[in-house]
């Protein structure tokens, strides 16, 4: 555990702001694999191009508005597609359609497959309900009220800062801190007295430029040194180790 890594979580911190996938649930694994078959569908349309990989993933999609996704790793691939419109129906070869077939993907699985909470993660909301921190989810995902439903998790959080109340509000994504920020004001607490905790380098840096009380890193597979390059005052493995220290 680097130097980095002693900062604790004390009284200070009234709120916690949770990125949704893969710091709550595992649904990072469903967007992955949504995002596979929709970017290889489109990859064999082009001549000369390798496969998507997890990789990719990390580099481009991750914590990412989802049409900024499909428009940064096209550029990644040097292919040019029209912008489209949000209103693209999946079919359409524009920015919005392959979002959109995206996400008619992703809620194929979510509702075939379910999903479960990481147990780390729902025994430390526990027992930060228990001590009267507030708490929000703040995401990207335009999916995110449905995957907290499918989760058990809708109770636990009354601010859920998601990619349609980020349209809606004309919020800029992930790397701008705006989406935290926007869940401490509804939240009344402070951004010097949240702890901000994210599993993507985007997210990391939203934290980061936020100027919020701490950015906790959740390292998932991207790298506990890329989130600390990013700005993450502390990287853990697993949300237990927060249990443990507030136990």
């Known amino acids: 555990m680097g130097a980095m890594d002693s900062t604790p979580f004390n009284e200070n911190f009234h709120a916690v702001l949770f990125d949704l996938d893969g710091v709550l649930t595992p649904t990072a694994l469903i967007h992955m694999r949504a995002w596979q078959e929709m970017f290889n569908e489109e990859l064999s349309h082009h001549q000369g191009q390798n496969p998507y990989t997890a990789e990719d993933y990390f580099a481009y999609v991750d914590g990412k508005p989802r049409y900024d996704g499909v428009r940064d790793f096209l550029a990644s691939r040097g292919i040019s597609l029209p912008e489209g419109d949000p209103c693209d129906g999946p079919d ?98 402070r951004a010097e007295q949240c702890v901000v905790v994210e599993d993507a380098v985007s997210g990391v840096r939203a934290g980061a430029a936020g100027g919020f009380g701490m950015v906790l890193g959740v390292n998932r597979g991207v790298g506990a040194d890329r989130l600390r390059a990013a700005g993450a005052d502390r990287v853990v493995d697993d949300l237990d180790e927060m249990v443990e220290e507030m136990a």
């Open 92 to 189: 359409a070869q524009t920015i919005c359609g392959l979002g959109n077939r995206k996400n008619d993907l992703f809620n194929t699985v979510l509702a075939r497959d379910g999903i479960q909470p990481y147990p780390g993660s729902r025994r430390w909301v526990d027992m930060l309900q228990a001590h009267g921190v507030a708490m929000a989810v703040i995401s990207s995902s335009r999916n995110a009220a449905a995957v907290l439903e499918a989760a058990g998790l809708a109770e636990d959080f009354p601010v859920l800062v998601d990619g349609n109340r980020a349209k809606a509000e004309k919020l800029p994504g992930k790397p701008a801190p705006d989406t935290y920020l926007k869940g401490a004001e509804l939240l009344g607490v």
